[in-house]
T-cell receptor, first 112, second 114 residues
Framework: QQQVKQSPQSLIVQKGGISIINCAYE??????FPWYQQFPGKGPALLIA?????SEKKEGRFTISFNKSAKQFSLHIMDSQPGDSATYFC???????????FGAGTTVTVRA | KAGVTQTPRYLIKTRGQQVTLSCSPI?????VSWYQQTPGQGLQFLFE???????NKGNFPGRFSGRQFSNSRSEMNVSTLELGDSALYLC?????????????FGPGTRLLVL
């Protein structure tokens, strides 16, 4: 049973466009929500993370929006570049649980 | 600092065999987690170790086991391999654990079971 639901499964965006990936969770005990980026042949790497006391966090072209009441969070990639083509995973964890629960992943393709 | 290293990178086994995968965390990291990644199931948590103690275990059969050594290096073992065990096995390390801290992943070991 997936504790974090992620959509869409894949998306194609033109260079310079905005990519939006959405995630939803049920467990209100989750208190840490990271996004990981994975390129083929590599392990996932942390992109950006947020805690529920913040509604938005921005790092460069990447922004997380967090809606605690709706139990949803999303990743926005602004000015998408071909180098952003990768698979993106949202995840969640809670204190003293010692694991990350991952979404199913979204494959993003940025067309030049 | 050197990143997380996993050996071997690729492995081919046959059904019924057993396999041992190794993970060396980033220096100073005491938490090591293992995940199984498949196209159908995505990233599934296997187990997490901290200072040689298993703190959490995912929903995998007892054929999957692991351990951590005093130098924080970790191994996972899969016995009586099944075709469905074919996957990328990822190891991640951090200072104190996955809850609220950046996890640094290795490149993975790709296991193919024939």
């Amino acid at each position: 049973q997936q504790q974090v639901k992620q959509s869409p499964q894949s998306l194609i965006v033109q260079k310079g466009g905005i990519s939006i990936i959405n995630c939803a969770y049920e467990n209100t005990a989750f208190d840490y929500f990271p996004w990981y980026q994975q390129f083929p042949g590599k392990g996932p790497a942390l992109l950006i993370a947020i805690r529920p006391d913040v509604s938005e966090k921005k790092e460069g072209r990447f922004t997380i929006s967090f809606n605690k009441s709706a139990k949803q969070f999303s990743l926005h990639i602004m000015d998408s570049q071909p180098g952003d083509s990768a698979t993106y995973f949202c995840a969640a964890s809670r204190e003293n649980d010692y694991k990350l629960s991952f979404g199913a992943g979204t494959t993003v393709t940025v067309r030049a | 600092k050197a990143g997380v290293t996993q050996t071997p990178r690729y492995l081919i086994k046959t059904r019924g065999q057993q396999v041992t995968l190794s993970c060396s965390p980033i220096s100073g990291h005491r938490s090591v987690s293992w995940y199984q990644q498949t196209p159908g199931q995505g990233l599934q948590f296997l187990f997490e170790y901290f200072s040689e103690t298993q703190r959490n275990k995912g929903n995998f059969p007892g054929r999957f086991s692991g351990r951590q050594f005093s130098n924080s290096r970790s191994e996972m073992n899969v016995s009586t391999l099944e075709l469905g065990d074919s996957a990328l096995y990822l190891c991640a390390s951090s200072t104190s654990g996955p809850s609220g801290e950046t996890q640094y992943f290795g490149p993975g070991t790709r296991l193919l079971v024939l």
